[in-house]
């Protein structure tokens, strides 16, 4: 088991068919005790309840609302005093917006950018600071291949734009805090079949987008989830700075 003896946090993690959820399940799969950040916080603890048992005690769910400092903090204290360390972080929450440069409402980019990018900063920030003290730690943070192509099927301009703000500071994080054994890497899906996808995608649509993809398939939670392992676990151990495309060759560069 990759992550046996290891705590691991995971934000957006309750949604029955997210990427989050997979990771959490395959988190706990590999030996990690979880604690499962979302904004709704019943899914949140019934998502933890589902989880294998691991030997290092319970798993938990708690609310957090990544956009909010104060509740990300009270968050970071909570699975502290739980866990006593944490050994990883899955910056995964997130949420999406289709519409058009001359659609996006001054209340739209905020809430895009909040959620997306302005949260992996406010969740990093209160881990950091315990993940440094213990001498290390992995972050990994979402992106997307909407932020490397310049927009997506299911994603506004505003969403490119936080999703692309997420690999820079993403780096920005893996130089400074490289020297105190916090690695920190960004993974940047393609179209991955979530319940954020689910009914959106017609039977043509589908057709058309699998043509453009070299793998000829649509990308699966746990194919993002593998990724999120790896980024925690031993095996990336020299790995910083990186941006691992999920995307089954949708865009190759």
């Not at 309840?49 to 104060?70: E, Q, S, W």
């Amino acid at each position: 088991m990759l992550l046996e003896g290891k705590t691991a946090v995971i934000s957006g993690a309750a949604s029955r068919r997210g990427i989050g959820r997979a990771t959490a399940q395959l988190f706990a799969e590999h030996g990690a005790r979880v604690a499962i950040l979302d904004i709704d916080a019943g899914a949140a603890k019934e998502a933890a309840a589902t989880l294998p048992t691991v030997a290092g005690g319970d798993h938990i769910g708690l609310r957090c609302d990544v956009a909010d400092k104060a509740s990300c903090q009270a968050s970071a204290d909570a699975v502290v005093a739980t866990f006593g360390r944490v050994d990883a972080l899955i910056n995964n929450a997130g949420i999406t917006q289709p519409v058009a440069t001359l659609e996006i409402s001054e209340a739209d980019w905020h809430r895009i950018v909040a959620v997306n990018m302005t949260g992996v900063l406010f969740l990093s920030q209160a881990f950091i600071p315990q993940m440094r003290d213990q001498g290390g730690g992995s972050i990994a943070c979402m992106s997307s291949v909407s932020a490397q192509r310049g927009g997506g099927i299911f994603g506004g301009p505003h969403y490119s734009a936080a999703k692309a703000g997420v690999l820079g500071l993403a780096k920005a994080m893996a130089r400074e805090f490289g020297p105190a054994g916090i690695r920190v890497n960004s993974v940047t899906p393609g179209l991955i079949q979530t319940d954020i996808t689910g009914g959106k995608l017609t039977d043509q649509m589908r057709v058309d987008i699998i043509k453009g993809i070299p793998l000829s398939r649509l990308g699966e939670a746990s194919d993002v989830a593998n990724i999120y392992l790896f980024l925690a676990s031993d095996l990336s151990a020299y790995v910083t700075g990186a941006v691992i495309d999920v995307n089954g060759g949708m865009l190759i560069h």
